[in-house]
């Protein structure tokens, strides 16, 4: 059970007390807790030791007299102010390590503010908070073998137990909190707090590898897992052989091999991307085209050397989203382009700097702003995601450009708001996108956009509501699709056993017909009419039963009775007339739709009939014939009728492709290509009797019905083909997995 958050009661503090690490590591333990506390009381005096020199140079170059005073007065006031920002900063360091030690891992928790909570205060707290965690994350990510190993290793001195990175007191985010946590009380303005981290990252941060060097080789001399070899869960169906080679354990070795398929696991795929970016920029070509659009780092002006603040950043991206509110209130029809982005981004930081040719934006931001760039150009690339949708959600780049460089999360954690709201949109436009809209769908993803835009001011939680109520409406969408799917579905079936009565009774009117040519009069009854009488006793009594042979034999004899008799037969065919036309005439009522009178004056010319060809005068029985009337039962069946007839006759080059064909699950989706564009439809369903396949479109509704045969033809043809298995996958997974690929072929990595 975990005790993370709750204070210790005082009936459970000794058992807390006891977790401390075992006495044979106490020794080991203070000398790590020594070994830390002289690395950073160095490193501090050395951040300090450049403060005055560094506001010196910002006052230099102020925009005005009035910045230029705020820089002289806060060196003075950093100066009287640093004794007890590095007592606080001491203070907060050695209580982690001593709770660490003691056992007392509650107390060892950083006082910094969730990121979840971020949106709860203000820009000046929002950007002194992503300072932070920017340049904490860039440890974590360049130390991570070092930490992987670091971290087994107090596991072990913590009686086995994993120290959970948020309480671990040597980590990059408790370390960099710890001044957070000393800035706190004191009343700097933001620009100068800025310059103090910018300090603090050069002088202690970057230094930090050196440091968790020097623990592990203490750990290792005592004794604590000295042949531990750097390892990580890795995708399992893309297995590395660097993970158990000596090469494993090298400087150059990580948790994720680059040249192998993207990992499964998201924490590890950010990761990977991290170290694939950072490759990227080493090579000369680093500024060039990524995934389509320029990186950011090509709007570097040459020779620039410092790097524009958070803040600017901040007030550009604000800026950013302003005008794209307006622009999408007077253009929802027009795509918000990657490049387009970057480019007003840059004219903006230029705008507002006094020296825009001596700035750029820094590595870490670059890395954020071309990642985030190559998950909306994948967006708007996308071939499952219909035009609109692709045109909607393009418009979310700079509020999700925004929470990146708040939060990197977004890029590691499937959960995280931001990227859940996203992911469901194009879901939903995937799945539920058809031109039309029935639904709305388009307008509510419209709606749910504008709102992101409009209100985001760093505000997660609006992610997280919008979400909510976007689930909700999502839902009854897919309700009404799937009960409009089933109605589909329902109808098939009943079409298909009717298709498949009439087509007994087509064969049974056929072989009636077979080797004779009755006159034109009893052909078109039977054709026309008595197949219908046919399917109607199939569907009521069954192909087997007494009442179908009957009907089947009354158009034998009917067919029969208008050929030329001998003697011996026409007393037979006189014998049989009166039953005869009391089974027509029964067969005519089930029917309905026809009056005693029309079925007296029918009955009558079929006697007729019967009666000119007996008395050799084929000529006057020719004259008589049925008034021109559409078969309504087979115009609605012609469809399926000639698609049964032409499968029948077709013989596929691909029996096997058939027979795959045959056991495709339901729900499976196709392509198809007709006249150049391509209809995404829907396999709902399978007749065993027909050999027929209904598809439905993205509302549920029927939208074609093929043979087996003519779709395995057209999968050979290229007019047809099965939708790609990760369409139903996450928007964003699916970009950052491209994403991946894409920087292991700029790397080399991959061809």
């Known amino acids: 059970m975990s005790t993370q958050g709750t204070p210790p009661s005082p009936g459970i503090s000794s058992t807390l007390a006891s977790r401390g690490i075992q006495p044979r590591f106490g020794e080991l333990g203070q000398s790590c807790r020594k070994l830390v506390l002289n690395y950073l009381a160095d490193h501090l005096t050395r951040t300090f030791a450049q403060v005055d ?52 891992l509650v107390g060892s928790q950083p006082t910094d503010v969730p990121t979840e909570d971020l949106a709860l205060i203000d820009n000046e707290a929002y950007e002194e908070a992503l300072q932070v965690t920017n340049m904490a994350q860039q440890v974590q990510t360049r130390c991570s073998q070092a930490l992987f190993a670091l971290d087994k290793r107090l596991a072990l001195l913590n009686n086995g137990q ?43 941060m970057h230094g930090l590898d050196a440091l968790y060097e020097a623990l592990n080789s203490r750990l290792i001399e005592a004794g604590v897992l000295p042949n531990l070899k750097f390892s990580a869960v890795r995708n399992p169906q893309s297995p590395s052989p660097a993970a158990s080679s000596p090469a494993a354990n090298t400087p150059q070795a990580a948790a994720v091999d680059l040249a192998a398929n993207p990992p499964g696991d998201a924490t590890q795929l950010a990761e990977g991307l991290d170290r694939l970016l950072a490759e990227y920029r080493k090579q000369q070509h680093a500024i060039g085209p990524l995934y389509g659009s320029p990186s950011m780092a090509s709007f570097a002006p040459p020779g620039a050397r410092r790097s524009y603040e958070a803040s600017e950043l901040l007030d550009a991206l604000n800026r950013l989203q302003q005008a794209s509110a307006a622009d999408l209130m007077q253009h929802p029809d027009r795509p918000l ?48 995601l219909p035009q609109p949708y692709k045109v909607a959600l393009s418009h979310l780049h700079t509020p999700c450009l925004k929470v990146a460089l708040l939060d990197r999360a977004l890029f590691s954690q499937p959960h995280h708001p931001a990227r859940r709201l996203i ?39 609006l992610f997280e509501a919008l979400l909510g109520e976007f689930d909700e409406f999502t839902r009854g969408i897919k309700q009404r699709v799937e009960l409009q799917e089933r109605r589909a579905v329902e109808t098939a079936k009943g079409r298909d056993k009717l298709l498949g009565a009439r087509h007994n009774a087509a064969q049974a009117i056929a072989q009636a017909l077979a080797r004779r040519s009755p006159p034109p009069i009893i052909r078109q009854f039977l054709e026309r009419t008595w197949i219908d009488v046919l399917v109607f006793v199939q569907l009521r009594h069954g192909a087997d039963s007494h009442e179908w042979q009957r009907a089947s034999e009354t158009a034998e004899n009917l ?152 779709l395995a033809e057209e999968l050979q043809q290229g007019t047809a083909r099965r939708s790609k298995p990760e369409r139903s996958a996450p928007m964003v997974d699916r970009a950052l997995q491209a994403v991946y690929r894409v920087l292991q072929q700029l790397t080399g990595r991959t061809t």
């Open 423 to 461: 992911n469901a949109m194009a879901q939903a436009g995937v799945l539920y996108g058809a031109q039309e809209d029935t639904y709305g769908l388009l307008s509510k993803v419209q709606w749910m956009v504008r709102q992101v835009v409009q209100q985001f001011r760093g505000d997660l939680h």
């Open 162 to 204: 994993p120290v959970p990175a948020e309480l671990n007191p040597f980590s990059p985010k408790n370390i960099a909190h710890a001044l957070l946590t000393a800035l706190q009380p004191s009343q700097l303005p933001l620009r100068i707090k800025l310059v103090l981290y910018g300090l603090f990252d050069k002088q202690l």
């Open 559 to 710: 067919a029969w009775s208008g050929t030329l008799l001998d003697a011996a037969q026409r007393d037979r065919l006189q014998r049989l007339r009166i039953e005869m036309l009391d089974e027509l005439r029964n067969g005519l009522m089930l029917l309905g739709g026809y009056h005693e009178d029309d079925i007296r004056r029918l009955l009558q010319d079929l006697v007729a009939c019967q009666h000119a060809v007996q008395a050799g005068q084929p000529q006057l029985a020719s004259k008589l014939s049925l008034p021109p009337s559409p078969n309504a039962l087979g115009a609605m069946l012609d469809d399926e009728a000639a698609l049964l007839a032409t499968a029948r006759k077709r013989q596929p080059a691909d029996q096997r492709l058939v027979s795959q064909l045959e056991k495709l699950e339901f729900g499976t989706w196709f392509d198809f290509i007709l006249g150049g564009k391509r209809q995404t439809l829907k396999l709902s369903w399978y007749s065993p009797t027909t050999h027929n396949c209904m598809f439905v479109d993205r509302n549920g509704q029927r939208a074609a019905v093929k043979s087996v045969e003519q």
């Open 337 to 384: 382009q990657v490049t387009d982005l970057k480019t007003e981004l840059h004219r903006q930081l230029a705008s507002q700097s006094e020296a825009p040719q001596q700035h750029r934006v820094g590595s870490h931001e670059t890395d954020v702003i071309d990642l985030v760039g190559m998950i909306f150009d994948f967006i708007l690339d996308d071939e499952n």
């Open 53 to 104: 020199d560094t506001l010196f140079q910002c006052a230099e170059q102020a925009e005005n007299n009035q910045v230029q005073a705020m820089f002289f007065d806060s060196m003075r006031e950093v100066r009287r102010l640093r004794p007890q920002i590095e007592r606080h900063y001491h203070l907060n360091i050695s209580k982690g390590i001593a709770d660490f030690l003691d056992g007392k």
